[in-house]
């Protein structure tokens, strides 16, 4: 089947502007992820979501960031009033479960440039 | 305090020989999951293994085993007669357990990675 799907692939953009990413989970995955990933860097937890539950915020960096998700389809996370610092790999990741052991499946990211 | 430690930015491996990636691990919770994962230059993540906290018995993929040392908190990754295609950046992750019946407080803390080069 389809795996986990991120749209756009790339964006530039402005410093200053706004930008959207789309997650397209795995169909039937409950649980979503965002992760970011700077360049050379490991993976940083943003937020998570399972469910109908209220999200996991906890990895957001800051208030200019947020994230939504439509009951357990697509997520939209959104990065206001960008910074040359939020320049990275944004991927996002989707499992059957919230189990421990479950497996996460990643997209193929969505690499942002502010400039 | 990081929580996922692994001390090789970077590795060479002859190709055919084993290789063996640290990985070292800071959790209070007794339920934990240990993940690793590939990431080819391509940038995709590929899951490659796992071991369970209350697992008895090391993890095994394939070429891939997982050398889990509880009391020392370590989680090494082996992997057996590399191929030139096993180059790339590797991840060790911890997922932390919420209950003891198996579910987890969701995300995974990842490493900073090594980066792994097969030489032919």
């Known amino acids: 089947g389809a795996g986990v799907s991120q749209s756009p692939s790339n964006k530039v953009t402005e410093k200053g502007k706004d930008v959207e990413l789309r997650c397209d989970p795995i169909?039937?995955?409950?649980?979503l992820y965002w992760y970011r990933q700077r360049l050379g860097q490991g993976l940083e937890f943003l937020i998570y979501f399972q469910g109908n539950s209220a999200p996991d915020k906890s990895g957001l960096p800051s208030d200019r960031f947020s994230a939504e998700r439509t009951g357990e389809s697509v997520s939209t996370l959104t990065i206001q009033r960008t910074q040359q610092e939020d320049s990275a790999v944004y991927l996002c990741?989707?499992?059957?479960?919230?189990?421990?052991?479950?497996?996460?499946?990643f997209g193929p990211g969505t690499r942002l440039t502010v400039t | 305090a990081q929580k996922i430690t692994q001390t090789q930015p970077g590795m060479f491996v002859q190709e055919k020989e084993a290789v063996t990636l640290d990985c070292t691990y800071d959790t209070s919770d007794p339920s934990y999951g240990l993940f690793w994962y590939k990431q080819p230059s391509s940038g995709e993540m590929i899951f490659l293994i796992y071991?369970?906290?209350?697992?008895?018995q090391n993890a095994t993929e394939g070429r891939y085993s997982l050398n889990f040392q509880k009391a020392r908190k370590s989680a090494n990754l082996v992997i057996s007669a590399s191929q030139l295609g096993d180059s790339a950046m590797y991840f060790c992750a911890m997922r932390e357990g919420s209950d003891f019946y198996g579910g987890s407080q969701g995300n995974l803390i990842f490493g900073k990675g090594t980066k792994l080069s097969v030489k032919p």
């Open positions: 169909s039937g995955h409950t649980a």
């Open positions: 990741a989707s499992s059957q479960t919230s189990g421990l052991a479950e497996e996460q499946y």
């Open positions: 071991q369970g906290s209350y697992d008895q």
